[in-house]
Nanobody, 116 residues
Framework: QVQLVESGGGGVQPGGSLRLSCAAS????????MGWYRQAPGKQRELVAG???????LYANSVRGRFTFSRDNAKNTVYLQMNSLKPEDTAVYYC???WGPGLEVWGQGTLVTVSS
């Protein structure tokens, strides 16, 4: 069973930075897609950033220019570098990976709180 483990969440002041990590228990070299979603209180889960097997990296308009998605295939880990954080970035951040039909996996989530 594939597992994803997120880390790096926490509290930060507006304008600060955090880096989230998501470690997979399986190789991500040939993964179909992988990304980060977030869910704020009372809101729907939304895509923050991710990539597809075609090589495209996608960003939500609200984070483009502030967040950077990256991957380390050797470590089976993806990252989300979050800079210039805003209070509206407060949410639980989830990592997800798609290894194929029936093999879409979600992590347990990590809380990011941006507050002064």
């Amino acid at each position: 069973q594939v597992q994803l483990v997120e880390s790096g969440g926490g509290g930060v002041q507006p304008g600060g930075s955090l880096r989230l990590s998501c470690a997979a228990s399986e190789s991500i070299n040939s993964i179909n897609a992988m990304g980060w979603y977030r869910q704020a209180p009372g809101k729907q889960r939304e895509l923050v950033a991710g990539f597809t097997s075609g090589g495209s990296t996608l960003y939500a308009n609200s984070v483009r220019g502030r967040f950077t998605f990256s991957r380390d295939n050797a470590k089976n880990t993806v990252y989300l570098q979050m800079n210039s954080l805003k209070p509206e970035d407060t949410a639980v951040y989830y990592c997800t990976g798609d290894w194929g039909p029936g093999l879409e996996v979600w992590g347990q989530g990590t809380l990011v709180t941006v507050s002064s």
